[in-house]
């Protein structure tokens, strides 16, 4: 069943339908009366009744081809209108349908904002045509930049053009935007409702920018500009006037009371150096102060110009951006610089106990069974270093700019050059540690390591210096010292004795028991040698013509070694000479005594002639 509503609508949708029924009823009555008058006129006039009723039939039969041609247009108009009802209904539900979509997107999307003169009038939504949102949106503020700066401009000439789908906000001949119902939707009003706000802000806005870009409103500006110029001039001369005085109440401290800088009585810098470095101080802090009076005055200076104002800002962030990006960068910093500064903390003290340690165990207070005082040091500076090794690898991460990959690509690229270029280097500090523990001689030894020989004076974990018995100072590598023979004379002088050696050659015709003695006598009287273990003498070697001795004394200070072994050598002269025996080979003895005949004979040759 239909409602009276539905009724009455249908009513409005088909007055053509409700007309031809109207039609019909009024023929339907004309047909009646004129059979009722037709049979009032058969009984007065039969010949005229019969006249009337052919007509009838006529009339009736027209008005039947009529009926029946309404009735078809009837259909059709139906039809019509319901394909048109349907249309209607389908622009409802896709109307409805978008409606509810905007709904839902409504709190995501921000819209893009309408910026004129760095003011924000209103967000447009919707795109209109093939222009999005931000292309409306730049449009609109570019037509309103350009209609601000007219100075002919009148705020009146703004006005609606109603179109049938959209709303043009027109100046003049110009459109500076359109209103479409998608645009109502989204403010959720209605086309002609939204114009008319939008058209008041635009409005408003130009009338702000006439009163900006008045003629009055440019003097009263450039008149500032000029202040502020003034200003600024008076500024840095005072500046300059100041620091003036600064650098001449420097050069009169210096003439009074300035006194040179020293540390622990070492001076470092005399009162001339240090004036000067005050000076450059005060120079660097006048050039600091101007920087940042212009840093503060340049955009003071653009920003009284609208035309300006944006570079002003622009130029304000470009100075102030990076203040504060390093500002959030160190305030960002201070909880990795915590964790830092714990790892340090932690790592140092446990530098400082194995320090602790090192020392009581090379001072022998403390005994390891198996580690030797002198591994102390090394050992500790081994262990310092693994665990610096480790701080630094735990802070890397926390270090600024460590993710970056510029910083990663340039601490690869040192560690190739160092790699590359440090062979040497690792391979003498290996050498040097191995050299530590293998424990061939530490410092103040006398050491011989190929012809070298003298007191080792400094060993380190790459080379050794060794000084000569000719205060020579030689510096040899730790690999030439692992790949060579060394010897160690301190070491064998203080456990067993060193035992310093001499050869001796003498003729059968002396005794060797008496040789034996002098020699044994003669090692006694040298300043060094000990008594205990007793000098004892070796026979070497059997010549044909001489025998060969070799006299054997302890000593237990080898730096002393070639002092002691050179009073040895005199006084085996000394004692030989006190027993009338002459230091010489057999061999020796001959070939003088050849040489004294060769000449006997030439003598007697020359007397002869």
């Given at each position: 069943m239909e409602s009276i509503a539905e009724r009455s609508i249908k009513k409005k949708q088909y007055p053509l339908i409700s007309w031809i029924r109207t039609f019909c009823l009024v023929a339907g009555l004309a047909l009646i009366f004129s059979s009722s008058v037709a049979a009032q006129t058969q009984e007065d006039n039969p010949e005229q009744a019969e006249e009337v009723i052919k007509s009838d039939s006529v009339r009736l039969i027209e008005l039947s081809l009529e009926l029946e041609q309404m009735k078809l247009n009837e259909i059709l108009l139906k039809s019509k209108l319901e394909e048109n009802n349907q249309h209607h209904i389908a622009d409802s539900l896709k109307k409805a349908m978008q409606i509810q979509r905007i709904d839902s997107l409504r709190a995501e999307t921000p819209g893009v904002p309408v910026v004129?003169?760095?003011?924000?009038?209103?967000?447009?939504?919707?795109?209109?045509?093939?222009?999005s949102p931000i292309d409306r949106a730049q449009s609109a503020a570019e037509i309103m930049m350009?209609?601000?700066?007219?100075?002919?401009?009148?705020?009146?000439?703004?006005?609606?053009?109603d179109n049938e789908t959209y709303i043009d906000i027109m100046y003049g001949d110009k459109v500076i935007m359109s209103v479409t119902e998608q645009d109502a939707i989204w403010n959720t009003t209605t086309p002609a409702k939204l114009a008319g706000i939008y058209m008041s802000i635009l409005s408003d806005k130009i009338r702000l920018m006439k009163a900006e870009n008045s003629l009055w409103q440019i003097v009263k500006r450039a008149g500032l500009f000029l202040i502020v110029i003034c200003i600024q001039y008076l500024l840095v001369k005072l500046i300059n006037f100041l620091f003036r005085k600064l650098r001449r109440e420097i050069i009169r401290f210096k003439q009074q009371k300035m006194h040179p800088l020293e540390i622990r009585g070492l001076e470092v810098l005399n009162t001339r150096r240090l004036c000067r470095m005050l000076i450059m101080l005060s120079n660097f802090l006048r050039y600091v102060v101007l920087l940042a009076l212009f840093i503060i005055t340049i955009p003071i200076l653009f920003s009284i110009f609208p035309q300006t104002e944006n570079l002003a800002y622009r130029i304000f962030y470009y100075i102030v951006d990076p203040v504060k990006m390093v500002l959030r960068a160190i305030i960002d910093y201070i909880p990795n610089l915590f964790i830092i500064a714990i790892i340090w903390y932690c790592v140092r003290y446990i530098i400082k106990g194995l320090k602790y340690l090192s020392n009581e165990i090379k001072s022998e207070k403390l005994k390891i069974t198996g580690f030797y005082p002198d591994w102390a040091e090394p050992t500790f500076n081994i262990i310092r270093f693994l665990l610096y090794a480790f701080m630094i690898a735990m802070i890397y991460p926390y270090l600024p700019g460590s993710e970056s990959g510029v910083f990663q690509g340039i601490s690869v690229f040192v560690g190739v050059i160092v790699s590359l270029g440090s062979s040497t280097v690792i391979s003498n500090f290996i050498a040097g540690f191995v050299i530590t523990y293998m424990r061939p001689f530490k410092t103040g030894d006398f050491i011989k390591v190929n012809d070298t020989m003298g007191n080792v004076i400094e060993k380190s974990p790459f080379i050794t210096r060794v000084r000569t018995i000719k205060n020579e100072l030689v510096t040899i590598?730790?690999?030439f010292i692992v790949s060579s023979n060394t010897v160690n004379y301190s070491y064998s002088a203080k456990q067993y004795g060193l035992i310093i050696h001499t050869m001796l050659t003498m003729g059968y015709d002396v005794p060797w028991r008496k040789v034996h003695q002098l020699l044994i006598d003669a090692a006694l009287a040298t300043d060094g040698v000990q008594e205990h273990p007793a000098p004892f003498v070796l026979e070497t070697e059997l010549n044909d013509n001489y025998m060969c001795y070799q006299i054997n004394a302890y000593i237990k200070n080898a730096d002393e070694m070639p002092e002691i072994m050179s009073d040895l050598l005199?006084?085996?002269?000394?004692?030989f000479n006190e027993a009338h025996i002459e230091l010489f080979a057999p061999h020796h003895f001959t070939t003088r005594k050849w040489q004294d005949n060769n000449r006997e004979n030439a003598l007697h040759a020359e007397i002869n002639r």
């Open positions: 004129v003169d760095g003011d924000t009038l209103f967000n447009i939504y919707a795109a209109r045509g093939g222009q350009k209609i601000g700066h007219e100075h002919t401009m009148k705020v009146d000439s703004v006005y609606l053009l590598p730790n690999t005199q006084n085996i002269q000394d004692k």
